[in-house]
């Protein structure tokens, strides 16, 4: 599905409602709601919102469990990290149990730590089928998505749920959920926006299937939906915006 806003403004207030519905049907179904976030500067607006009313009154976030979609490996003081940014604009101001909040960060070797945060995913879901209720995704210019960039080895994998490995370009380690184990999800939104994602959003949707290039089209969830939140500008290439 492709919905497309005018602007941030409303992509995210879209985005919030999602959330919101999304937690409080699983909360209903199984009395717990597990989601994972994403970094960059995507959700920002949307993580302030989810603070603000009716949202901190609505949303079950006793029974909230937060993960990461990907992490650069860097330490949670550190401003290049997803989980302080999630921290700075929504956890330190909403009432989610700390115990419930698993950030992508550990004092060890990161490929280590990638086992430890599997581990911790298959003890939480118990099913070897089972998944996210909500991931929260974005797009780079370049048609990456969490840390599955274009021509990494990760985006072969095909067994495990976590994986980190050395970006080259970046010149720094990642750590990031796998295609397969993100395709399990009930729930897939990505929150694109800008001109810059034009080109990539078009060859993602309509281009030719080339996932080494365009990584973002490896996610195709096994039972779950996916919906593409993006704003006008955007979507300006998409010839089909429905």
Do not use: C
Not at 4 to 16: G, I, W
Not at 205 to 222: D, S
Request: net charge negative.
């Amino acid at each position: 599905m492709i919905r497309v806003f005018t602007n941030l403004e409303e992509l995210s207030q879209a985005a919030a409602e999602i959330f919101r519905q999304t937690a409080l049907e699983a909360v209903k179904a199984k009395n717990k709601f597990t989601v994972a976030l994403t970094g960059g500067s995507s959700p920002e607006k949307l993580y302030r919102l989810l603070t603000q009313s009716p949202y901190r009154e609505e949303i079950p976030w006793q029974q909230t469990y937060v993960f990461w979609g990907d992490e650069r490996w860097v330490p949670l003081t550190d401003e290049r990290s997803n989980a302080k940014m999630a921290f700075d604009t929504l956890l330190k101001n909403v009432p989610i149990p700390p115990a419930q909040i698993y950030p992508m960060w550990g004092e060890v070797a990161p490929e280590q730590y990638a086992q430890q945060y599997e581990d911790l995913l298959r003890n939480h879901f118990h099913e070897p089928n089972a998944g996210f209720d909500l991931i929260l995704l974005g797009m780079g210019d370049d048609g990456h998505t969490a840390s599955l960039f274009p021509g990494t080895a990760v985006l072969h994998e095909k067994e495990r749920w976590v994986q980190a490995y050395y970006l080259e370009p970046q010149q720094m380690h990642r750590i990031t959920l796998t295609a397969p184990f993100i395709n399990q999800a009930n729930k897939i939104a990505f929150l694109t926006y800008g001109g810059k994602k034009s080109n990539a959003l078009y060859e993602v949707l309509e281009g030719e299937h080339n996932p080494e290039k365009y990584p973002a089209q490896l996610i195709q969830p096994q039972k779950g939906e996916t919906i593409w939140m993006v704003d006008e500008a955007a979507a300006d290439r998409l010839t089909n915006k429905n």
